[in-house]
């Protein structure tokens, strides 16, 4: 179990399904900081006005997933309809960014990178999204 798990454990007001969350949490940190290196790299390329779209998505992929951890970590909020549109946003915003560093990948090893990192972020968000319903209520275990 690392820390971050065991503080959600320990929060008086833990969700049903910790792993997910979780999993979620360390995969949008990791996507921040890929989609922020990635931006860099492409920068330092011989010619990084090709890759100004890239640029722009890691950007906006990093500051997304950023703010996405941020409320995702916040348990005492009734904001769970917002939370809810966030992931969503997320899991949009993990998915242009790949298949835009995709694009890029046969030239590019950090494209490629950062291509793999989003769409895995997109999935452990996705998974994480279930956990809300679109209404902002906690789905109920069945």
Do not use: Y
């Not at 969700?15 to 996507?31: D, F, K």
């Not at 290196?37 to 010619?47: G, K, V, W």
């Not at 005492?76 to 997320?90: D, I, K, N, P, R």
């Amino acid at each position: 179990m690392n820390t971050l798990h065991s503080m959600l454990q320990s929060h008086p007001q833990a969700s049903e399904n910790l792993t997910v969350i979780s999993e979620a949490l360390h995969a949008l940190a990791l996507c921040e900081q890929v989609c922020l290196t990635c931006a860099d790299a492409c920068l330092a390329e011989e010619s990084p006005e090709t890759l100004r779209t890239c640029i722009r998505q890691d950007l906006d992929c990093a500051a997304i997933c950023a703010a996405t951890a941020s409320l995702l970590v916040r348990r005492t909020s009734s904001g769970a309809a917002v939370l809810h549109a966030q992931l969503h946003a997320c899991v949009l915003a993990c998915q242009t960014c790949a298949d835009v560093c995709s694009a890029h990948a046969t030239h590019h090893e950090h494209c490629a990178v950062c291509a793999r990192t989003c769409r895995s972020c997109q999935e452990k968000c996705n998974a994480a999204l279930g956990e809300f319903s679109p209404a902002g209520l906690v789905q109920d275990e069945e």
